[in-house]
Protein backbone atom coordinates (compact mmCIF):
# COMPACT_ATOMS: atom_id res chain seq x y z
CA UNK A 1 0.00 0.00 0.00
CA UNK A 2 1.44 3.55 -0.85
CA UNK A 3 -0.41 6.69 0.05
CA UNK A 4 0.54 10.12 -1.73
CA UNK A 5 0.19 13.55 -0.58
CA UNK A 6 0.27 16.22 -2.69
CA UNK A 7 1.40 19.79 -2.08
CA UNK A 8 2.46 23.29 -3.92
CA UNK A 9 -0.64 24.02 -5.88
CA UNK A 10 -2.31 27.63 -5.80
CA UNK A 11 -2.55 30.70 -8.04
CA UNK A 12 -0.23 32.35 -10.29
CA UNK A 13 -0.03 34.46 -13.28
CA UNK A 14 0.65 33.28 -16.72
CA UNK A 15 4.31 33.05 -16.94
CA UNK A 16 4.94 32.09 -13.82
CA UNK A 17 6.59 28.86 -12.10
CA UNK A 18 4.92 26.43 -9.24
CA UNK A 19 6.71 23.61 -7.74
CA UNK A 20 4.27 20.62 -7.03
CA UNK A 21 5.93 17.94 -4.50
CA UNK A 22 4.49 14.80 -4.07
CA UNK A 23 5.39 12.85 -0.49
CA UNK A 24 5.10 8.62 -0.36
CA UNK A 25 4.68 7.00 2.25
CA UNK A 26 6.07 3.23 2.31
CA UNK A 27 9.40 1.36 1.99
CA UNK A 28 8.92 0.72 -1.55
CA UNK A 29 9.02 3.82 -2.93
CA UNK A 30 11.98 3.57 -5.11
CA UNK A 31 9.85 0.23 -7.34
CA UNK A 32 7.19 2.47 -8.76
CA UNK A 33 7.40 4.80 -11.59
CA UNK A 34 5.33 7.84 -10.13
CA UNK A 35 3.54 10.38 -12.06
CA UNK A 36 1.70 13.47 -12.88
CA UNK A 37 -1.99 13.94 -14.24
CA UNK A 38 -4.27 16.47 -14.41
CA UNK A 39 -8.01 17.17 -14.80
CA UNK A 40 -9.82 20.52 -15.63
CA UNK A 41 -13.48 20.93 -14.86
CA UNK A 42 -15.68 19.14 -17.34
CA UNK A 43 -12.52 17.37 -19.08
CA UNK A 44 -11.13 13.76 -18.41
CA UNK A 45 -7.90 13.55 -16.48
CA UNK A 46 -5.01 13.39 -18.46
CA UNK A 47 -1.32 12.43 -18.60
CA UNK A 48 1.30 15.14 -17.63
CA UNK A 49 4.37 13.52 -16.89
CA UNK A 50 6.11 10.70 -15.93
CA UNK A 51 9.35 9.00 -14.74
CA UNK A 52 10.96 5.45 -13.88
CA UNK A 53 12.12 4.16 -11.47
CA UNK A 54 15.55 4.26 -12.96
CA UNK A 55 14.93 8.29 -13.82
CA UNK A 56 13.55 7.88 -17.14
CA UNK A 57 10.71 10.45 -17.99
CA UNK A 58 8.09 10.77 -20.42
CA UNK A 59 5.87 14.14 -20.90
CA UNK A 60 2.98 15.07 -22.65
CA UNK A 61 3.46 17.29 -25.40
CA UNK A 62 1.59 20.25 -24.34
CA UNK A 63 4.46 20.25 -21.31
CA UNK A 64 7.43 19.54 -23.01
CA UNK A 65 10.13 22.08 -22.71
CA UNK A 66 8.20 24.32 -19.61
CA UNK A 67 7.69 21.36 -16.57
CA UNK A 68 10.24 19.25 -15.24
CA UNK A 69 9.51 15.75 -13.11
CA UNK A 70 12.01 14.85 -10.95
CA UNK A 71 12.07 12.24 -7.96
CA UNK A 72 14.27 11.80 -4.52
CA UNK A 73 14.10 8.10 -3.62
CA UNK A 74 15.52 8.72 -0.53
CA UNK A 75 13.09 11.63 0.42
CA UNK A 76 10.20 9.36 -0.59
CA UNK A 77 9.18 12.39 -3.16
CA UNK A 78 8.79 13.03 -6.43
CA UNK A 79 8.39 16.56 -7.94
CA UNK A 80 6.79 18.38 -10.95
CA UNK A 81 8.21 22.03 -11.47
CA UNK A 82 6.28 23.71 -13.58
CA UNK A 83 7.91 26.89 -15.99
CA UNK A 84 6.22 29.26 -18.24
CA UNK A 85 2.64 28.41 -16.97
CA UNK A 86 -0.26 28.89 -19.41
CA UNK A 87 -3.86 29.45 -18.63
CA UNK A 88 -4.66 25.97 -19.91
CA UNK A 89 -2.52 24.55 -17.11
CA UNK A 90 -5.30 25.46 -14.88
CA UNK A 91 -6.59 22.04 -13.30
CA UNK A 92 -6.40 19.48 -10.47
CA UNK A 93 -2.92 17.86 -10.19
CA UNK A 94 -2.78 14.58 -9.37
CA UNK A 95 0.18 12.38 -8.25
CA UNK A 96 0.21 8.53 -9.26
CA UNK A 97 2.29 5.61 -8.22
CA UNK A 98 2.29 2.25 -10.99
CA UNK A 99 3.83 -0.93 -10.35
CA UNK A 100 7.03 -1.62 -12.20
CA UNK A 101 7.13 -3.03 -14.80
CA UNK A 102 3.62 -3.49 -16.13
CA UNK A 103 2.85 0.50 -15.34
CA UNK A 104 5.31 2.10 -17.37
CA UNK A 105 5.12 4.27 -19.49
CA UNK A 106 2.25 5.16 -17.33
CA UNK A 107 0.40 7.82 -20.29
CA UNK A 108 -3.06 5.87 -19.34
CA UNK A 109 -4.33 6.91 -16.23
CA UNK A 110 -5.08 3.01 -15.69
CA UNK A 111 -1.39 2.24 -15.11
CA UNK A 112 -2.04 3.87 -12.05
CA UNK A 113 -1.86 1.59 -8.97
CA UNK A 114 -1.75 4.61 -6.26
CA UNK A 115 -3.74 8.20 -6.56
CA UNK A 116 -3.25 11.04 -4.28
CA UNK A 117 -6.27 13.22 -3.12
CA UNK A 118 -4.89 15.84 -5.88
CA UNK A 119 -3.45 19.72 -5.77
CA UNK A 120 -5.38 23.06 -7.51
CA UNK A 121 -3.52 25.48 -10.23
CA UNK A 122 -4.80 28.10 -11.16
CA UNK A 123 -3.34 30.00 -13.52
CA UNK A 124 -5.00 33.72 -14.41
CA UNK A 125 -3.90 35.02 -17.68
Known amino acids: QVQLVESGGGLVQAGESLRLSCSAS????????MGWFRQAPGKEREFVAA???????NYADSVKGRFTISRDNAKNTVYLQMNGLKSDDTADYFC???????????????????WGQGTQVTVSS
Open 96 to 114: AAARWPSGWPMTDASKAAY
Open 26 to 33: GRTFGSYA
Open 51 to 57: VSRDGIT
